[in-house]
């Protein structure tokens, strides 16, 4: 990795893009931001960073959600399954590292625009995703018996003795509601019920949901991280219609291709994640279009 140690002169055009460098802890290295990309590099510069970023780890516990044990968390990042766009903000807003505003240019609700409050306690972020947990739950109780059934029919196949069919789910599955802290770290948090391994390792349905939950959830992530760009840049304020339909657009194409098509689980998402919430007023399909990522970038 070619590493730079003398800070370049900041782009006359682009003035952002000289704080959005990533240095390490002496502030004698640091990856630019076009390097970002790149993950290898990305993650060998973390590693070199001593101490390492800080991972902001939600304070609210759950015994259905969890982040994945035993695992580097950063590496939990770099696996996660996610449309590329959506992982690099992601990264970028763990490490707090994107341009914020404060109380005092003119932050958001009054406060400082942290990571954590532009996609968790934000009013104007939490306005678009008041179905998005109960939609969750819904699919999580409708799929259970299925994957119940496939973890069943797995271990019968065993050769005797085989273990004891389980006849409950290893947690709870989540409620409707999360805690503001969760939500930044939402497609890390595995689904306990579904990721656990006796679960995954013998219910394809499972493992698909898990896949389906994290390219969802980021995506879902970097969409409020896109309209607070447009409401603080562009004056271009998004409706929760608009929201929904950029997401159902966008999930329709990528979440739907990873699941096979005559599964249930490919019919259950699809009705109940990409179904609008308010069928009497139906996202206008000129908003689904309008997310090139060209409007998306600060200025
Ligand atoms: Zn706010």
Same mark, same amino acid.
């Given at each position: ?23 390490n ?6 990856l630019?931001?076009n ?13 070199a ?24 968390q ?18 970028r ?20 625009? /942290?990571?954590?409050?532009?996609? #968790?306690?934000?009013?104007y +972020?939490? $306005?678009?995703?008041?179905? %998005? !947990?109960? *939609? ?112 159902? /657009?966008?999930?329709?194409?990528? #979440?739907?291709?990873?699941? +096979?098509? $005559?599964?249930?689980?490919? %019919? !259950?998402? *699809? ?29």
């Open positions: 990795m070619d590493l730079q140690t003398t800070i370049p002169e900041p782009n006359r055009h682009k003035p952002y893009l000289h704080d959005l460098a990533l240095r802890s002496e502030g004698s290295r640091f630019p931001f390097e970002w990309q790149h993950i290898s590099r990305a993650r060998k510069f973390l590693q960073t001593s101490p390492a970023p800080r991972f902001p780890t939600p304070t609210t516990p759950s015994d259905a959600l969890s982040l994945p044990a035993g695992t580097h950063w590496k939990a990042v770099e696996r996660l399954i996610a449309i590329p766009q959506a992982r690099s903000v992601i990264h807003l763990l490490l707090q590292n994107v341009p914020r505003k404060t109380t005092n240019n003119g932050g958001c609700c009054n406060t400082d625009e /942290t990571a954590a409050h532009l996609v #968790g306690a934000c009013a +972020s939490s $306005s678009f995703r008041a179905q %998005y !947990m109960p *939609k969750w739950t819904t699919l999580g109780k409708a799929i259970a018996p299925v994957i119940r059934h496939e973890v069943a029919k797995s271990l019968a196949s065993l050769p005797q003795p085989s273990p004891p069919l389980p006849v409950i789910l290893p947690a709870p599955l989540p409620l409707p509601s999360l805690a503001p802290d969760q939500w930044l770290v939402l497609p890390l948090l595995e689904w306990r019920a579904f990721a656990h391994p006796s679960i995954a390792k013998n219910s394809r349905t499972a493992r698909d949901f898990c896949t389906l939950w994290q390219v969802a959830s980021s995506y879902m992530i970097n969409l409020q991280w896109l309209a607070r760009n447009d409401r603080t840049y562009k004056n271009d304020q998004w409706s929760a219609c608009r929201f929904e339909a950029a997401f159902i /657009t966008q999930m329709d194409k990528y #979440g739907l291709a990873l699941v +096979s098509c $005559s599964s249930q689980l490919f %019919y !259950m998402f *699809k009705h109940i994640m990409l179904t609008p919430s308010a069928p009497s007023n139906p996202p206008h399909a000129q908003q689904a279009e309008d997310v090139s990522p060209s409007s998306r970038l600060p200025p």
